[in-house]
Nanobody, 124 residues
Framework: QVQLVESGGGLVQAGGSLRLSCAGS????????MGWFRQAPGKDREFVAA????????NYVDSVKGRFTISRDSAKNTVHLQMNSLKPEDTAVYYC?????????????????WGQGTQVTVSS
């Protein structure tokens, strides 16, 4: 059974940065694409970023392109989301997820394993 645990969330002022981490346990995730999603109060869960099993291909929602960077460390079974130039509209609970495939997917239904989420709050 795969377990994912996020960390690194918190409160930051607009323009600041945070680095989210997701640690996997139970088995290696090296053959899975990994993704980050977020959910703001009263809104649906939204795709943020994804990375292929090799780390060679990434994809981002338009609203974070140029500000967020997803990466993975296969040796440590971890995935990171570097978030720069944060905006109040980035405020949400951020979830790490492991896809059921090696290739990038942008829909939540393609991800079979989820973390518990970490809160990111950006103040104006």
């Amino acid at each position: 059974q795969v377990q994912l645990v996020e960390s690194g969330g918190g409160l930051v002022q607009a323009g600041g940065s945070l680095r989210l981490s997701c640690a996997g346990s139970g088995r290696t995730l090296n053959s899975n694409a990994m993704g980050w999603f977020r959910q703001a109060p009263g809104k649906d869960r939204e795709f943020v970023a994804a990375i292929s099993w090799t780390g060679g291909v990434t994809n981002y929602v338009d609203s974070v392109k140029g500000r967020f960077t997803i990466s993975r460390d296969s040796a440590k079974n971890t995935v990171h989301l570097q978030m720069n130039s944060l905006k109040p509209e980035d405020t949400a609970v951020y979830y790490c997820a492991a896809a059921d495939t090696a290739w990038i997917r942008t829909t939540a239904a393609a991800y079979g394993y989820w973390g518990q989420g970490t809160q990111v709050t950006v103040s104006s």
